[in-house]
């Protein structure tokens, strides 16, 4: 019974697939009985098939990066300066010398009145305009960094100069672009060492900063303290003095110190070359007899001339033309789509890198080689 089933079952399917192979002949015939204007298309379509890759051919790869050079040319680019200073003017001529290079339409500089509130503003107001890139020279490097967020947060490619956002000033603040500037504390170290050398490596020294609250300059301060602690134990700090970013205010600082410790005092760092000019100007017209050797950052032109003329000692080279000009490349790199994140180093400027040889201090020795880019 099993057996005469499964026989009827099989002569089913040889029934079923005698039909199917009829109606494929018939199907076939039918095809063959068709115009040949109907079967042009079938033996054209390979062609078709074969061309798709040309929409996505090489080429369109390789033309990509010329088009992505042009999406800087007209965003909106903000350099954002904490306020007016001869420093910050060297700057603002690389950023516009570098745009004008670059040829870039929408490049400006913004300047505050060097309070917080007004570098948030400056920032709050370029992320409402649509800029596309900031670069940002911070006055207070944890208070801005809220808004350096804001930035991020709306898509804005963000270069930090000089300062950095945050408390740590040895890598790239996170999500922005990159850094332009000195390894503040290593500046600081540099400093530090050098004038523990010239005195002996024993003695007091007095201490004058710029704003505190400054990442760079708060970084200078740990810089020398660290050295002296660790290097050079018999060298005393008798003041550390926040004395603001004015001559007129480190001019009287430096008389109160004098005022206070007088012949105690056998050396000086100043985190700023401005504050170092006025002090120097200070000691000259005081009663002391005995030199103060004044060791500082910034490679002014001023500071310099004093240099040559024996008033100041030593300072480490800032190049600010340079630095700005190197900080609106890599905004416009970022803008191009080259986020990748860039920690630039002052030394590795060329106008820098001359120093090497002198670990990058500035003194009567090698006057020639550096080209100060600020009064």
Excluded at 57 to 73: I, K, N, Y
Excluded at 165 to 191: C, H, L, M, R
Excluded at 263 to 291: C, H, W
Aim: charged share 20%; net charge negative; glycine share 8%.
């Amino acid at each position: 019974m099993t057996r005469h089933r499964k026989s009827r079952t099989r002569q089913r399917y040889t029934k079923l697939g005698g039909l199917l192979l009829i109606a494929a002949l018939l199907a076939a015939s039918c095809s063959d009985g068709d115009s040949a204007e109907d079967a042009t298309p079938a033996t054209t379509a390979a062609p078709a098939t074969t061309e798709a890759p040309a929409t996505t051919a090489a080429p369109a790869t390789t033309e990509a990066p010329e088009v992505a050079e042009d999406l800087a040319e007209d965003a909106l680019i903000q350099l954002l300066q904490p306020g007016e200073h001869s420093y910050i003017q060297g700057g603002n001529d690389g950023f516009e010398a570098e745009a004008a290079r670059l040829g870039l339409q929408n490049a400006e500089v913004k300047v505050g009145d060097w309070s917080v509130e007004s570098q948030v503003a400056l920032v709050q107001n370029a992320i409402s305009q649509g800029a596309q890139g900031i670069i940002i020279q911070p006055t207070d490097s944890v208070a801005i960094a809220p808004a350096i967020d804001d930035a991020i947060e709306a898509g804005v490619c963000v270069v930090m100069l000089v300062a950095n956002a945050g408390e740590d000033s040895k890598s790239v603040y996170p999500g922005t672009k990159g850094f332009v500037g000195w390894d503040e504390y290593e500046n600081g170290q540099i400093v530090g060492r050098a004038l523990a050398e010239r005195i002996g490596g024993s003695g007091k020294i007095v201490i004058v900063a710029g704003t505190l609250t400054s990442g760079a300059v708060r970084s200078r301060v740990d810089g020398v303290e660290d050295v002296l602690a660790e290097s050079f134990p018999d060298i005393e700090i008798l003041t550390l003095r926040d004395a603001g970013f004015a001559a007129e205010d480190a001019r009287k600082t430096m008389q109160d110190l004098i005022q206070r410790y007088g012949d105690e005092i056998d050396g000086a760092v100043f985190t700023q070359n401005v504050s170092s000019v006025a002090a120097a100007d200070v000691i000259e017209a005081s009663p002391l007899e005995k030199e103060i050797p004044i060791a500082s950052m910034g490679g002014q032109q001023t500071f310099i001339n004093y240099i040559a003329e024996g008033k100041l000692w030593a300072t480490t080279p800032e190049a600010p033309f340079d630095t700005a000009a190197k900080a609106l490349e890599l905004t416009v790199d970022c803008i191009n789509g080259d986020t990748e994140p860039v920690y630039f180093r002052t030394q590795q400027l060329d106008s820098v890198k001359v120093l090497a040889d002198y670990n990058y201090l500035i003194t009567e020795e090698n006057l020639d080689l550096f080209t100060p880019q600020w009064d």
